[in-house]
């Protein structure tokens, strides 16, 4: 009698709390990854290992939950700190046994891909930005600028190799052959990477998949880059119910957390940074039409 009502009082308990109070309900954490990676200034977001394991720690160690979904949304950027958030998601989802979703928004291109090969299933919208499985890297050359003012460039080193690529000097062919050898490293690693998380589901051939070329998630869907097209909301339900939970994992501004120092002079410094942050943001986005 005692067990009857105690049963019933809980099951009209668990329809009058609010769905956050239950704890009845499945449980799905959402990590959000937004922004270039391993840009970062004190005015402009980004992406790094230190700015966000913080973050991923707290999402996987909800109890109970079965999954982390990430919303990933970025261009690349440092290939290092793609890495290192990568690997750093793999580990946690084999600690604590989790699944782990990654739902791509704008894009999720270079580093943000790889990124993205961290989760167990990947799902774009069909105007998702998706691949951009190459390396590249950029400049400026100003030696015949200065030569035309008058400026003389001084650089003294020890060791042969100390400056390579400097953009006030014309360039050398040996520099721009070592630089080539690294690219095509780091492409290895990245093509590797890709090919050991997507395993059998990719489909068609590298020199179409691996050339740096980016596709729309219909295509990408088409090509095994992704598994499938759909949104954080409507593939959660789908798998864990309507009633699944799917609180946002939140970490602390980086604004505050980054503060320039001093005033005047930190604030000038941090303020020129962030000019040239956004533009490097900007270019980024720009590579992808966005």
């Not at 966000?52 to 949304?73: E, M, Q, R, T, W």
């Not at 395993?199 to 070329?213: P, W």
Request: charged content about 25%.
């Amino acid at each position: 009698m005692a067990d009857t009502l105690l049963s019933s009082l809980s099951r009209r308990a668990r329809g009058i709390l609010p769905k956050k109070w239950r704890r009845d309900l499945p449980v799905v954490p959402v990590v959000r990854l937004s922004g270039p990676i391993g840009m970062s200034t004190p005015f402009s977001q980004s992406l790094t290992l230190a700015g966000i394991s913080k973050v991923l720690d707290k999402a996987f160690a909800v109890k109970g939950a079965p999954a982390v979904a990430l919303l990933i949304n970025s261009p690349g950027g440092s290939p290092v700190q793609s890495h290192l958030i990568f690997r750093r998601i793999r580990a946690l989802a084999q600690e604590k046994e989790k699944h782990v979703f990654a739902f791509l928004e704008d894009a999720a291109a270079s580093g943000g891909y790889m990124i993205a090969c961290a989760a167990d299933e990947i799902f774009a919208d069909p105007c998702s930005i998706v691949g951009s499985i190459g390396v590249v890297t950029a400049g400026f050359g100003f030696d015949k600028a200065i030569e035309k003012l008058g400026i003389e460039r001084r650089v003294f080193t020890a060791g042969e190799r100390k400056v390579t690529l400097d953009p006030f000097r014309p360039t050398r062919p040996e520099d721009v052959e070592r630089l080539d050898t690294l690219l095509k490293e780091l492409h290895t690693v990245f093509v590797d990477l890709v090919r050991s998380r997507r395993g059998d589901a990719l489909v068609g051939e590298d020199e179409q998949l691996f050339t740096g070329e980016f596709w729309l998630g219909t295509q990408a869907a088409g090509l095994g880059l992704v598994d499938g097209l759909g949104d954080v909301r409507g593939i959660l339900k789908a798998r864990y119910g309507e009633d699944v939970l799917m609180p946002l994992v939140q970490g602390s501004s980086p604004f505050f957390l980054r503060r320039p120092s001093g005033f005047a002079g930190g604030l000038a410094r941090s303020a020129a940074e962030g000019v040239i942050g956004a533009a490097e943001e900007r270019a980024l986005w720009a590579r992808l039409g966005l």
